[in-house]
């Protein structure tokens, strides 16, 4: 083989990768697939912002003529939709792949990366749900901008830095729109930035030592497939099933059943049982909180990394399937509603 | 010299510290500046239509109020139709009673809280009637006794 002067693709790994843990099989791809789709999200998300009006006036119709006039508009804005929804799901997958092998031993900075990368997810998926601006967002943002005044002391004026006012209209559409396509992008691509450079900083993925080390050329001929793959899948998806968009938001319209986004539908249900701020902040917050710290905690050896289901690693793991049942559980009760 | 500060060490604690004080201060004014709220201009009286529209043991949604419009046997009144919950819309339920779709808040004909997860019961409004105007108002800032009624 003659030698290739490697292009800057190549540069992104280090020259050797662990040989087991490159495999396919042991990482899904689930991070990279999170990384593509998030780069997916952010081309189709700046050609949109050239359309879209953030005004309660212009919102809903300028989405209309996205999808209903610009030529491939609607392709657009389905491939930014799914890209959307899909990622809630990899990044969640990809966590539980990593409690589940061990991945964090050894490097537990960068799952508290990762937890953040979460919770900006969670936050970009909301924000950009509320920019649809239709009658379904109308009433998420009610009950998530009322959520934020049910904290004790500060809520009023927390409720004012999100809304910019005493009620929802004009000025938190903006707000909503500077935070998704500015403000929590931006720190999105720092976070992200930061832990793939923790991953190569820790010496690729995680894995067994001494281990058994290939060149980056397999690895990356296997990244291009799973991104083509992937590719495919997003636009085929988003070929045949379309992004919904309701009627216009309208505050005073009496509305059936007002529904959460499905990955917020357990706090709905978990609203319906408790008091408003421990429902509906502070638990969300703590399980937040409690899955951040589970390395810190409840497995602080290094030993099994690396090993799908290792034994120093079991009660976290554990507690991190139980968590992650819960949510579903309530997530499979409010969708069938 | 242990234990003792000397000069270079002082100025740069003196420089570390002023930097941070500058960029916290930077900060607060930040969040100052998106906390800010314009003057609020929207009203929030708002007419529901003649009187004759609401017959005798009638109760009506009314959008632009954003509260149900009812005529009973002492008279008129209106309720606050947003939950107190996190201000979704109630609906009627069966036996003349209220029923938020968010998470299920029960209210009874008279708004009365029946089960959670509110802790309060639907508002009753401040409705009047403008003689010159022959309209109806109601004042969603003004909340009223439950019993109030305007005389028909």
Redesign the interface.
Known sequence: MTHRRPNFYYHLHPPTIPAREARFSYTFGLGGISLLLFLALGITGVIEMFVYVPTPEGAHQSIRQITYLAPFGWLLRNVHFWAGQLMVGTVILHMARVVLSGGYKARRLNWLIGVMLLFLTFLLDFSGYVLRWDQDTAWALMVGTNLVKSVPGVGSALYRFVVGGEAIGAAALLRFYTWHILGLALLAVVFVVWHIFRVRRDGGISHIEPALRVGREQFVHTELIAMLLTLGGLVGLSLFADAPLGPPADPTALVAMPKAPWFFLWIQELLRFGSTFVAGVLTPLLILLVVAILPYTLDRSDAGIALWFNRPGRFLQIVFLVIALGVTVLTLRGTLR | MQGKINRRRFLTLVAQGSLTAAALAAVGQV?RF??F??P?S?TTIVPVGQPDIYPRDSLV?V??A?AYVGHDMEGFYAVD?VCP?????V?RGEKGGFIC????SRFDAEGRLLAG?A?QPLRYLHLWLDREQGQLFVDRAEPVEPAMRLLP
């Open positions: 969040v998106l906390s709220q314009p609020n929207t949604y959008a632009e954003r139709a919950h996190l201000g979704c819309l609906e779709p968010c998470h299920d997860p802790t």
